[in-house]
C-alpha cells in the first residue's frame, strides 16, 4: 500500500536530519514533534500540491525543496533560524513568498517555473544569492543586503534588463552568465568592492557603462 500521509513524528524530538524524497502518492504531512530538525530535504514528492506548515520547525537551518512538480505556491515563513535555502525544480511554481527569513545566509532559487517576478530585500545576514534558470522571470529587484558579497545571475532568458540593482555595498563576486535577452546591466559603479567580475554570452549587451570606479 502507498504511503499517503504523515500525521505526525511524535517520539521523534532527537531527531536532527530529515529526507522526505520521491514518495510519488504522498499528499499530507505535518511535522509536529521534530523540534530538534535542523536539516530537511523535500523533493521529488509529485502528488503534493500543498507545501506543509513548517512552524514547528523552530530549529531549522537548512532547507531544500526540490522537484515538487504539484505545488504551484511557496510560502516559508516564521522559521528564525533557517540560514540556508534552496528552491529547486519546482517548474510548476506561479508564486514565492519568503520575506520573512530574515536570517538566511545562503539562498539559491533555481529553475522555479511560472514566477515572474522576484523581490530579494532586506535580507541583512544574506552573503550569498544565486538566480539561475528561471525562464519565466521577467523582474528582478535585489536591494539592501548590507553584507551580501557573492551575487550569481546565470541564464535568466526572461531579464531585459538588471536595473533594480542598489544598496549592495559589501559584494566583492558578481557573475552575470548567459542570460541571452539581457541588454543593460546594472550601474557598476554601485559597487565599489567588487574584486572579481564575470560576464559571459551576451550578444544583446553593447555597453558596459563607465568602469573607471572598479578599481579593485
Not at 523533493?43 to 504539484?70: E, K, M, T, W
Not at 527569513?101 to 529553475?111: A, E
Not at 543593460?184 to 568592492?193: A, E, H, R, T, V
Amino acid at each position: 500500500e502507498n504511503l499517503m500521509s504523515i500525521s505526525e513524528f511524535s517520539g521523534l524530538s532527537n531527531v536532527d536530519s530529515l529526507s522526505i524524497f520521491g514518495n510519488t502518492s504522498l499528499e499530507n504531512m505535518t511535522f509536529s514533534g521534530l523540534q530538534n530538525l535542523s536539516y530537511l530535504l523535500f523533493g521529488n514528492n509529485s502528488y503534493i500540491q500543498y507545501f506543509p506548515d513548517l512552524s514547528a520547525l523552530q530549529n531549522l537551518i537548512y532547507l531544500q525543496v526540490s522537484g515538487n512538480f504539484g505545488i504551484t505556491s511557496l510560502e516559508i515563513s516564521a522559521l528564525p533560524n533557517l540560514m540556508d535555502l534552496t528552491i529547486r525544480s519546482n517548474v510548476n511554481l506561479a508564486s514565492l513568498e519568503i520575506s520573512e527569513l530574515s536570517n538566511l545566509t545562503h539562498l539559491s532559487i533555481d529553475n522555479i517555473g511560472d514566477v515572474s517576478s522576484i523581490e530579494i530585500s532586506g535580507f541583512q545576514n544574506l552573503t550569498q544569492l544565486d538566480i539561475k534558470n528561471n525562464y519565466s522571470l521577467i523582474n528582478l529587484e535585489i536591494s539592501e543586503l548590507s553584507n551580501l558579497y557573492n551575487l550569481i545571475i546565470d541564464n535568466n532568458d526572461g531579464l531585459v534588463n538588471l536595473n533594480n540593482f542598489s544598496q549592495l555595498p559589501n559584494l566583492t563576486h558578481l557573475t552575470f552568465h548567459q542570460n541571452s535577452n539581457l541588454i543593460s546591466l546594472p550601474d557598476l559603479n554601485n559597487f565599489p568592492n567588487l574584486t572579481h567580475l564575470n560576464l559571459e554570452e551576451y550578444n544583446e549587451v553593447n555597453d558596459l557603462g563607465n568602469l573607471s570606479a572598479l578599481s579593485n
